[in-house]
């Protein structure tokens, strides 16, 4: 089954704990990003990738730090969590389109299950 | 950056009842997505629509990228229908850029 998913779903952490959440999609997608949500604040974009060893900043990236050694995989990394990073964060791909102006984009995004952060 | 505008904010709809759900963006776009987000949070792809019309059993949606806006139409309500529903834009080709999300509410 064609899917994007993420580990973990429900984490609870203190305050300066390192922690990862993973990503993985199985479509062979060449971007990939990630998004957090929040009460008041919609969806933003964290960070994403092009293709593997290739990423960049999105609207929100302080605070995280992102990975693209494999085509698969694109976990994100908290190296010092806050409480101000409870959040709701989803992981998607997509496959890379042409835009009519000849530039490159992103097709149809596939969002994983989501996972849910909470920092004390 | 691009604005995403979408309305109505909320919606109670009555079961059986049909809506249309509107998407405003501030410049030319090369794709439109609309997703449901159900009430345990997941994100549900609904529509990739850069122009034009597609249906998906009660629900289909309209793209006019020339005049910079998206609907969305969902027909006989069912209350699994509840949720947010969101439309997405690219930004600058390779981010993504979300509207506020309208909630609907439908009641039995």
């Known amino acids: 089954e064609a899917q994007v998913t993420q580990n973990p779903r429900y984490l609870i952490t203190v305050t300066g704990k390192k922690l990862t959440v993973t990503c993985s999609q199985n479509m062979n997608h060449e971007y990939m990003s990630w998004y957090r949500q929040d009460p008041g604040l919609g969806l933003r974009q964290i960070y994403y990738s092009m293709n593997v060893e290739v990423t960049d900043k999105g609207d929100v990236p302080e605070g995280y730090k992102v990975s693209r050694k494999e085509k698969r995989n694109f976990p994100l990394i908290l190296e010092s969590p806050s409480p101000n990073q409870t959040s709701l964060y989803f992981c998607?791909?997509?496959?890379?389109?042409?835009?009519?102006?000849?530039?490159?984009?992103?097709?149809?995004?596939?969002f994983g299950p989501g996972t849910r952060l909470t920092v004390l | 950056g691009i604005q995403v505008e979408q309305s109505p904010p909320d919606l109670i709809l009555q079961e059986g009842a049909n809506s249309t759900l509107r998407c405003n963006f501030s410049d030319s776009v090369n794709n439109l997505q609309w997703f449901h987000q159900n009430p345990w949070g997941q994100l549900i792809n609904l529509f990739y629509?850069?122009?034009g019309t597609k249906q998906n059993g009660r629900l289909s949606a309209t793209t006019v990228a020339t005049e910079r806006y998206s609907l969305l139409y969902i027909s006989s309500s069912q209350t699994t229908d509840s949720g947010v529903y969101f439309c997405a834009v690219p930004f600058n080709d390779y981010k993504l850029s979300f509207g506020a999300g309208t909630t609907v509410t439908v009641r039995a």
């Open positions: 998607a791909s997509s496959l890379l389109a042409r835009t009519l102006q000849g530039g490159i984009t992103y097709n149809e995004q596939f």
């Open positions: 629509i850069p122009s």
